[in-house]
């Protein structure tokens, strides 16, 4: 908008000069010809008419305000012939030379605002009018040409100057406007062939994204194989994007079952392409390097991650926030541990929520999460444990005043954890819209819930009983 | 650099100003950059820059309503970065403003403060 304002106002500048140019050029014909016919007291009005125009032009050059320089220069362009045609002895006399009134009033109309054009006509009207009305008034004591047909002549010379360059102005009009209209035409066709461009490029990019989409679910831990560890459970993803950050690891070695929720930092391509990385470290370390322990899977990630990501820089940018649990089938134990990330566990008795350590931005601060390993309390009578990535806490609602928090989901889980798995997701999923509404998504929002078999949390008790 | 250097806020980014006269390094509003890093880089050259023309106690003021997790790690790195130009020799204050009393807004800042070793003061908004 502003490009257009600057080119209107050169526009307009541009109008301005060349009406200046015109009248200055019909002052300047008709001081000469003034001073051919001898009437050196007549031709002082253009010639003083073309030194204020010069002056006034120089004004405004440097002018703060403009359009007060334009508005005495509109009105001295529709005076001057007025006041020569006085000088000459009146409308008879002078030919009707204020017919070159009517230039000013073409220039202005092509430039200025309806209701300003509207003005200057209505003032033109009223003081040809007046010139009209009152010319035998003042015209008595005025020069009175010496030959008859020289009134003639210069009635002729008005006409005709006038009509030349109402003439011109109009065909300057109309080749402006046929300029305008090709420079739109190929415009239009410019962008035509720019938007044709993005929605080619926009569809290969979505096809490409959904395709991504597929494999990333793909990737997404199979819902069996496990069903001696979990009766129900659900997994709720909705990235921001297409693919995202957010995603769910599960893998079995031998009597174990190691989890996790990964929320690799960002969203999009780069997290999704990150998530992928930090998958294929931590089956490596849980089924290759056979590292035991939440705490220490963790530690093994961190160490690689920082080994592989490390920028030219030297700093170490991308990072994951991750909670892993541990499931053994042989004792019947649930170990977590995690960073920046917390796990509830919801039983008849009540909810708690298990902290894991802050966020760790260097491989020395994993080292000391070693230890941090944490034995989660079930309860025989039926246990279930929900992870969640910070996108669920962190998401704004419609007014962006308030995050939807950890208290609040707290509340949520134990007004919903009786109900069975699907219809908690359900009612999860209902509370969460209708807390964003049309607000945009925060982040990547992942919530899983896996509620203990029965034959899972009776091997605890089997292990303390033998 | 002298005066203030003003970085304005986006919808993803926060407003950095940077005032030596006062010594006052502000972060204010949401930090959620698309490229974290791309962020970050610039910010902390800039608060280099700020730290060599301070004649006056610095006080980096961090007064962000939301910010990711990506938004951490630079928000720490950018501390690390003025802790080791302090040296433990400069007059330096960190203030961590809070919109409110909320513990997983708390968690963060109480975090980062056992990380650095200037001073840092955890606060309520006005």
């Not at chain 1, 253009?46 to 002018?63: E, M, Q």
């Not at chain 1, 334009?70 to 009146?90: H, Y």
Request: hydrophobic share 45%; glycine share 8%; with cysteine.
């Amino acid at each position: 908008m502003d490009k257009l304002k600057q080119e209107n106002a050169q526009i307009r500048d541009k109008m301005f000069l060349g009406h200046c140019q015109f009248l200055m050029g019909g002052a300047a014909m008709w001081a000469v010809l003034c001073v051919i016919l001898g009437y050196y007291i007549p031709a002082l009005v253009p010639l003083a008419y073309i030194g204020f125009t010069l002056l006034n032009c120089a004004v405004k050059r440097d002018s703060a305000k403009p359009h007060l320089q334009v508005f005495v220069q509109m009105f001295f362009s529709m005076a001057m012939p007025m006041i020569f045609q006085m000088a000459m002895g009146g409308r008879e006399e002078s030919g009707l030379v204020m017919f070159w009134s009517f230039v000013p009033l073409v220039v202005i109309s092509g430039y200025y605002r309806r209701q300003r054009s509207i003005f200057w006509l209505a003032f033109l009207i009223t003081a040809m009018t007046a010139m009209i009305v009152y010319d035998p008034a003042w015209s008595k004591g005025s020069i009175v040409l010496h030959h008859g047909s020289v009134q003639s002549t210069l009635l002729a010379v008005n006409i005709g100057s006038v009509a030349l360059v109402i003439f011109s102005a109009a065909l300057m009009f109309v080749r402006t406007q046929g300029r305008s209209r090709k420079k739109t035409y190929a415009l239009q066709d410019r962008l035509e062939s720019a938007h044709s461009l993005i929605a080619q490029r926009n569809d290969h990019l979505e096809k490409s994204m959904l395709y991504a989409q597929r494999i990333q679910r793909a990737l997404m831990p199979e819902q069996t194989g496990v069903d001696d560890v979990f009766s129900e459970r659900f997994l709720w993803i909705k990235q921001k994007e297409l693919v995202g950050g957010d995603s769910v690891w599960c893998v079995k070695k031998d009597d174990v079952v190691a989890m996790a929720l990964v929320d690799c930092t960002g969203h999009g391509v780069p997290a999704s392409l990150l998530s992928v990385t930090v998958h294929e470290i931590l089956t490596n370390g849980f089924k290759q390097a056979g590292v035991e322990g939440p705490a220490a899977l963790i530690n093994f990630l961190y160490q690689r991650m920082e080994a592989r990501l490390r920028n030219s820089d030297g700093l170490w940018n991308d990072n994951a926030e991750i909670a892993v649990v541990e499931f053994n089938r042989k004792d019947g134990s649930v170990c977590f541990a995690g960073t920046a990330m917390s796990m509830f566990v919801s039983s008849p008795s009540g909810i708690q929520r298990i902290k894991g350590a802050g966020p760790i931005f260097t491989s020395d601060q994993a080292h000391s999460l070693a230890s941090q390993d944490q034995y989660v309390k079930l309860d025989p009578a039926g246990t279930s444990l929900y992870l969640y990535s910070d996108g669920v806490v962190d998401q704004f609602n419609q007014d962006r005043t308030e995050r939807f928090g950890s208290s609040r989901l707290q509340d949520l889980i134990t007004s919903v954890a009786h109900l069975p798995m699907d219809r908690q997701q359900e009612c999860i999923v209902e509370t969460m819209e209708d807390w964003k509404r049309n607000a945009m998504q925060t982040d990547d929002l992942t919530l899983t819930g896996l509620r203990l078999s029965p034959a899972f949390l009776g091997l605890s008790t089997q292990v303390k009983a033998a | 650099m002298t005066g203030a250097m003003e970085i304005p806020a986006t919808p993803q980014t926060p407003l950095i100003r940077i005032d030596t006269a006062t010594g006052v390094f502000l972060m204010q509003g949401v930090c959620i950059p698309e490229d974290g890093p791309g962020f970050f880089g610039p910010v902390l050259t800039h608060y280099s820059e700020g730290i060599d023309k301070l004649n006056v106690p610095g006080i980096f003021r961090f007064d962000l309503k939301y910010f990711n997790s990506s938004s951490l790690k630079g928000i720490y790195l950018l501390l690390k970065h003025i802790d080791d130009l302090g040296n433990g020799q400069k007059d330096f204050r960190v203030e961590w403003v809070l919109d409110k009393d909320d513990a997983d807004l708390t968690e963060p800042a109480v975090m980062l403060s056992n990380l650095i070793s200037i001073p840092m003061a955890i606060m309520l908004a006005a």
